[in-house]
């Protein structure tokens, strides 16, 4: 089970670190990934980390994806937010070569103006 936290309420400009732990998992086994569906949307990529590092477009140069094996968790460090960044985060995890099937609660960001 897949746990996301971290997220909250920031202005515009602002940074937040998403935090991304599990049970029963050992996530460096894994492709891990963070995503998010904002109001009305479909849900889209943000960012991934497996044998390689990859970003959405719209968060590259922003957003850095990180594992801290030691602690069996995998990071989201927001920076420069933006109001269009207001979603909800979901980190998902992948075994090699297949889809990302576990997923994580989710766990809401607000970016104000």
């Known amino acids: 089970q897949l746990q996301a936290s971290g997220g909250g309420l920031v202005q515009a400009g602002g940074s937040l670190r998403l935090s991304c732990a599990a049970s029963?998992?050992?996530?460096?086994?894994?492709?891990m990934g963070w995503f998010r569906q904002a109001p009305g949307k479909e849900r889209e990529f943000g960012a991934a980390?497996?044998?390689?590092?990859y970003y959405a477009d719209s968060v590259k140069g922003r957003f850095t994806i990180s594992r801290d094996n030691a602690k069996n968790t995998v990071n989201l460090q927001m920076n420069s937010l933006r109001p269009e960044d207001t979603a909800v985060y979901y980190c998902?995890?992948?075994?090699?070569?297949?889809?990302?099937?576990?997923w994580g609660q989710g766990t809401q960001v607000t970016v104000s103006s």
């Open positions: 998902a995890a992948a075994k090699a070569g297949k889809t990302f099937d576990y």
């Open positions: 029963g998992r050992t996530l460096s086994s894994y492709t």
């Open positions: 980390t497996g044998g390689y590092t």
